[in-house]
C-alpha cells in the first residue's frame, strides 16, 4: 500500500499507516513504550514527557535530496539531539527510533522522581492500587529510592466532590489531562479543567451543577492513578479481589459490554457487585459505558428482591414453594385453555422469550409485548436495520446522519458518543428533526422541527423535499436513527415505514454502514420481537394456529383472558384483564401486588443468556452471582410450567435453547453460543498487560456478538417500499413523553448514589 | 449585570469575532468584568461564560491561569514586583521584604483600609531596570526604599 511508511522501533522493522504515532507504531510490535497523559482515545498532548524516547531519521543530502550513505553504503541516520515524546511524533519513511538506550532509561526514571515528589504513596488505601498504571510503571521504569523526604512533600486536599458521583483527591493527581480531555473531546461536556500553573496547578470544575456528565465514570477508569473515584466504588474493595464476569448493559438499546465486579460478602450472604466497568468491544462501545451502565447495580442484591415465590390465599400473597405455585399456575392454565395472555419485557433474555412464546404457541394463547409500541416498528427496524458489518465507527466525510424524533445522548448514550465523533471529527453531516432541543443538536448541518407527535407525518409529507435539500441521494451512506417517543403504535409504525422509504428511494437500503438504528427503550426489546413474532412464522408454516404473531400489535392489554402472565414487564402500569395473573419479576411491582401468583426471576447478573441490541447484535452475558433467595431463571419458570402441562422439553440451559431457537428463527440460523462467544484481540489495545489501563477489566473473552443481516440485505430483490398515510397524532400517543437517561423506574430506585439525578415520571418533558 | 452596564464595551469586543468564534473574546471580555467589579468575582465569570456560549469552568481555567486576573477581591492600588532571579540579583528579594515591612501585610496580601495590595510576580520584561514594580499596570523602576515610601504617600493622599 502507497500510504504504509516503514520503520524500526529497536531494530525491528515495522509497517505502519501514515500518520500513525510512534508510541502506536511501537505498539504494533508489543513494545509498550509507557506513557501517562497519551491515551490512544485522546488527542496526543505531550505533556508527561513519560514517553520520551530516541528518534533519528535518514540523513538527507541537501544537493541531491538523497540518503547521504556510509562508507559500507548503510543510510547515515542523524538523531534528534534531544529525547522526544513518541506520542506526538508521527512515523516518517526510514526514521530509527530506539527505546532501550541509557539516555531513554534514564529519562524515565526521571520523570517517575518527578512525578512521585509530591504523590502521596497512600496505595494501601488507595482504589486504583493493584491496576495503577503508576505502581506499574514505578516498578517498571522508576528508581528504587527517592532523594526526596517524606516530609518536605507537598501536600493538598484529598476528597474533593467534584460533583456528587466522582471524588477528586488532589495530591494523587499528576496532572495529565485525560479528565479534561475526555470531558472535553468524547462526551463534550467542558465541566473539567485546569485552574492555575505550575506546582499550585489543579483539576477544578466551576460548573453549575458541578461535575455532571452522562459520562463521568469513564473519567476514572482512564486517570492512570486513583485520582479520580466514583462515590459508588470508592473504598469499597481492593481490585484484586474482585472477581469480573462478561456481562452486557441492560438500560439501553446499545448493548455496551461491561465487565462485573464481584466480591463475596459474608454481610449481604453471598457476593455482590462492587463495580460495573466497560469491557472493550470496538464495534459496540470502545472503551466507554454511560454513568446509568455503571451506577444502576444495586438493584441486583436489594434487600426487597423477591427471593421467594407467593400465591394469594384469603386474599393475601403468601410464600410458597415452588412445587405449590408451579402447581397453581399449572391448574389455571389448563382450566383456561386458549384464553391465556402472556406480556413479555423487553429485559429478559432471548431464552426466556422463546421459551414463554413457546409455550403460548402451545396453548394457543396470546402474546404481546411491554412497553407495546416497538413491537408496532421492531420488524421495520429489523428489515431496514444497519448491515450485518456496520460499525458506527465507518460512518465520515460524505456520510449523513439523520435523526428523527429521538434524544441520542438521553436514550442510547454511548451512540451519542460514537455518533458525535463521526460528526465531529471525522466529517458525516448530520441533519435533525425533531419536536424539540437536544444535545445532538449541537453538531447539526440542519435542523428540521415539528409539533409534538408529528414525526410520521413530517416524513411522509417532507420526504422528498428532504432528499432533494440535504442531497441525501449522493450521501455514501445513510444512517438514521430514530426514537417513538410521543408516538403511539401506529404512528411509531407508519415513523419506521416512512423512514425505510427513504432509505429505498435514496437508494440506501441495504448498505453496509446504511440503515434504521431505533432507540428502543432496552437492551432486549429487538430480541423479544424476535423471538416472539418469529417463533410465530415457525408455528404457522407448520400449519398451526398464527395466533402468536398476530396478536403481537393488537393491544392485548384491553382484552380480558382467563389467565394473563406477565413477565418481566416491570413498572408498566397496563396488563391484560384476567380472572387469574401471574407476574414473574424481580420486585414487588405495582402489578405484582395485584397478582394471584407472583414468581421471583432471577436478575441478568444471576444467570446467562443473550441479547440482542438495538443494532441486532446478538452478544452473551454470564453469570456473575449466585442466585438469589430461591429465585429463578424465567426460561427455567416457563419449562416447569410448561411441565405441568404435559410437554416436556428438557432444556439443559440458555445454550440449549439457543440451539433451538436459532434453529426455528430464520434470522437466527447460523447463530450460536460458539458463534457468538468468539473474541479476537482489540485495537487499540486496553486489556491485560497493557500500560494505559492497569487491570484486567476491559479484556474481552466473553465474546464480540455477532449482528444477524438485515432483510434489505438477505433479499435485495425483494425491497419494496411501505404504502400507507401516516395516522394523526392521538392522546395516547402525546402521553408517551420523552424518556430521559434516569427516569424513574423499578432498578434505578434502588441506586441510592443516583437518587438526586432520577427524573419523576410526573416531571418528564 | 455586565450585560446591561457595559453593553456597548461588550458589544465591541464581540464584533471584532466571527460569531461562531466569539468564544475567543473571553479575554477582552474578562477584562472589563475585572474593571467593573475589581476583581473577576464567580458571578462575573457566569456572566462571561455564558456571553461567549461556553462552560463557566473553561472560562475559570482562564482566569486562574493568568495572574493579571484576580480570583479575590484587591486594593486600590496593585503593586507587582517582579523577584525573578535577574531582579532578584539587583536586590528585588530585598526590596520586597522592605515593600511587606512597609505596608505590614505579605506578598499576595491587601491592606486592611483596602488601599494597597502587594505581589510578587514572575518577569514583567525590565530587568535592566529592577527593581521594577506595575502599579496598576503602570511601570515604576529602579525602585528604592526612599522613592517606595514616597510613591505610597503620594498613592495615599491621591
Known amino acids: 500500500m502507497a500510504d504504509l511508511v516503514n520503520l524500526t522501533i529497536d531494530g525491528v522493522p515495522v509497517s505502519v499507516p501514515k500518520g500513525t504515532l510512534v508510541v502506536d507504531a511501537a505498539k504494533k510490535i508489543e513494545n509498550d513504550i509507557p506513557v501517562f497523559c497519551y491515551h490512544p482515545k485522546l488527542k496526543p498532548v505531550g505533556m508527561c514527557r513519560m514517553c520520551l524516547v530516541d528518534i533519528g531519521m535518514p540523513k538527507i543530502d541537501p544537493a541531491t535530496k538523497q540518503p547521504v550513505r556510509d562508507e559500507q553504503g548503510n543510510v547515515v541516520i542523524a538523531f534528534m539531539p534531544k529525547l522526544t515524546t513518541a506520542c506526538t511524533t508521527p512515523v516518517s519513511e526510514g526514521m530509527v527510533v530506539r527505546t532501550a538506550t541509557e539516555q531513554v532509561r534514564a529519562a524515565r526514571e526521571d520523570i517517575l522522581e518527578f512525578l512521585l515528589t509530591s504523590h502521596p504513596l497512600d496505595c494501601p488505601i488507595c482504589d486504583k492500587g493493584g491496576e495503577c498504571p503508576l505502581q506499574n510503571l514505578t516498578l517498571g521504569f522508576g528508581p528504587s529510592v527517592s532523594r526526596f523526604d517524606y516530609d518536605a512533600k507537598f501536600h493538598n486536599e484529598k476528597h474533593v466532590p467534584l460533583g456528587d458521583l466522582i471524588y477528586l483527591d488532589r495530591e494523587r493527581c499528576i496532572q495529565c489531562s485525560r479528565c479534561i480531555r475526555f470531558q472535553d473531546e468524547i462526551a463534550d461536556d467542558h465541566v473539567l479543567q485546569f485552574h492555575d500553573r505550575g506546582r499550585g496547578m489543579e483539576i477544578i470544575t466551576f460548573s453549575d451543577p458541578p461535575f455532571d456528565s452522562y459520562f463521568g465514570g469513564n473519567t476514572t477508569d482512564i486517570c492512570p492513578v486513583g485520582a479520580l473515584t466514583t462515590a459508588d466504588f470508592r473504598f469499597k474493595a481492593r481490585p484484586w479481589e474482585l472477581a469480573s464476569t462478561q456481562s452486557l448493559c441492560t438500560h439501553c438499546p446499545v448493548g455496551c459490554n461491561i465487565t462485573l465486579n464481584t466480591r463475596l460478602e459474608t454481610k449481604s450472604g453471598g457476593y455482590e457487585i462492587k463495580r460495573v466497568m466497560p469491557r472493550q468491544n470496538e464495534q459496540v462501545n470502545e472503551i466507554w459505558i454511560c454513568d446509568k451502565g455503571r451506577y444502576v447495580h444495586h438493584f441486583t442484591r436489594a434487600e426487597d428482591r423477591l427471593r421467594q415465590p407467593m400465591v394469594r390465599r384469603d386474599g393475601r400473597l403468601v410464600e410458597a414453594t415452588w412445587e405449590q405455585a408451579l402447581q397453581l399456575v399449572g391448574e389455571r392454565l389448563k382450566a383456561a385453555g386458549t384464553s391465556v395472555a402472556a406480556v413479555v419485557g423487553d429485559r429478559i433474555a432471548n431464552e426466556d422469550a422463546y421459551l414463554v412464546a413457546k409455550l403460548v404457541r402451545a396453548l394457543n394463547g396470546a402474546i404481546g409485548m411491554s412497553p407495546s409500541v416497538p413491537a408496532h416498528y421492531a420488524d421495520v427496524a429489523r428489515a431496514f436495520g444497519v448491515g450485518a458489518h456496520a460499525n458506527l465507527a465507518h460512518l465520515g466525510k460524505g456520510d449523513v446522519i439523520l435523526v428523527v424524533n429521538g434524544d441520542v445522548e438521553e436514550q442510547a448514550p454511548v451512540w451519542f458518543l460514537r455518533l458525535r465523533q463521526a460528526v465531529v471529527d471525522r466529517g458525516a453531516a448530520l441533519v435533525i428533526a425533531h419536536s424539540r432541543s437536544t444535545k445532538m443538536h449541537r453538531y447539526a448541518r440542519a435542523i428540521h422541527r415539528y409539533e409534538p407527535g408529528y414525526a410520521a407525518r413530517w416524513v411522509a409529507d417532507r420526504s422528498e423535499e428532504l432528499i432533494a435539500k440535504e442531497s441525501l441521494k449522493d450521501a455514501r451512506n445513510l444512517l438514521i436513527v430514530f426514537g417513538d417517543e410521543q408516538l403511539d403504535g401506529p404512528s411509531a409504525r407508519a415513523l419506521a415505514q416512512g423512514l425505510a422509504n427513504l432509505l429505498i428511494a435514496t437508494g440506501h437500503a441495504g448498505k453496509a454502514d446504511s440503515g434504521l438504528l431505533p432507540l428502543y427503550p432496552h437492551a432486549n426489546t429487538q430480541g423479544v420481537f424476535d423471538v416472539i413474532a418469529g417463533a410465530d412464522r415457525a408455528a404457522a408454516s407448520n400449519g398451526a394456529n398464527g395466533k402468536v404473531g398476530a396478536d403481537l400489535r393488537s393491544p392485548i392489554c384491553d382484552s380480558r383472558f382467563e389467565v394473563a402472565w406477565l413477565i418481566g414487564v416491570g413498572d408498566a402500569s397496563d396488563a391484560p384483564s384476567a380472572g387469574f395473573t401471574v407476574v414473574q419479576e424481580l420486585f414487588m411491582t405495582a402489578l405484582a401486588k395485584q397478582a394471584d401468583v407472583v414468581l421471583p426471576a432471577l436478575s441478568f447478573a444471576e444467570r446467562e443468556g443473550t441479547f440482542t441490541s438495538g443494532d441486532r447484535r446478538v452478544q452473551r452475558f454470564y453469570r456473575a452471582l449466585p442466585p438469589l433467595g430461591e429465585a429463578r431463571p424465567d426460561w427455567w419458570i416457563a419449562q416447569e410450567i410448561a411441565k405441568r402441562l404435559g410437554h416436556s422439553w428438557g432444556f439443559q440451559g440458555p445454550a440449549h435453547i439457543f440451539a433451538d431457537l436459532a434453529h426455528s428463527i430464520p434470522h437466527y440460523s447460523g447463530l450460536s453460543y460458539e458463534v457468538i462467544s468468539k473474541s479476537e484481540p482489540q485495537w487499540p489495545p486496553m486489556g491485560r498487560g497493557d500500560l494505559y489501563y492497569g487491570g484486567t477489566v476491559y479484556d474481552n473473552t466473553g465474546g464480540l456478538g455477532a449482528r444477524y443481516a438485515s432483510d434489505a440485505e438477505r433479499d435485495p430483490a425483494g425491497v419494496r417500499p411501505y404504502d400507507g398515510a401516516a395516522p394523526e397524532p392521538t392522546i395516547a400517543g402525546l402521553e408517551r413523553r420523552p424518556r430521559p437517561l434516569y427516569r424513574d423506574g423499578e432498578l434505578i430506585r434502588r441506586s441510592a448514589v443516583l437518587a438526586s439525578h432520577i427524573v419523576p415520571a410526573q416531571e418528564v418533558a | ?158
Open chain 2, 1 to 158: 449585570m455586565l450585560r446591561e452596564k457595559r453593553a456597548a464595551d461588550i458589544a465591541q469586543v464581540l464584533a471584532k469575532y466571527p460569531p461562531e468564534r466569539k468564544r475567543s473574546a473571553v479575554m477582552p471580555l474578562l477584562y472589563i468584568a475585572q474593571e467593573e467589579y475589581g476583581y473577576c468575582s464567580d458571578e462575573a465569570i457566569r456572566e462571561v461564560a455564558e456571553i461567549i456560549g461556553c462552560d463557566p469552568t473553561e472560562v475559570k481555567s482562564i482566569v486562574g491561569f493568568y495572574t493579571m486576573f484576580y480570583e479575590q477581591p484587591v486594593g486600590r492600588y496593585v503593586i507587582d514586583v517582579c523577584d525573578d532571579l535577574p531582579c532578584a540579583l539587583r536586590g528585588a528579594d530585598k526590596f520586597v521584604t522592605y515593600c511587606e515591612k512597609r505596608l505590614g501585610i505579605r506578598a499576595g496580601q491587601t491592606t486592611p483600609d483596602g488601599k494597597f495590595t502587594l505581589n510578587t510576580v514572575m518577569c514583567i520584561a525590565a530587568c535592566d531596570r529592577a527593581p521594577v514594580a506595575q502599579v496598576n499596570r503602570e511601570y515604576r523602576y529602579e525602585l528604592t526604599e526612599e522613592s517606595f515610601d514616597r510613591m505610597l504617600d503620594e498613592l495615599s493622599q491621591s
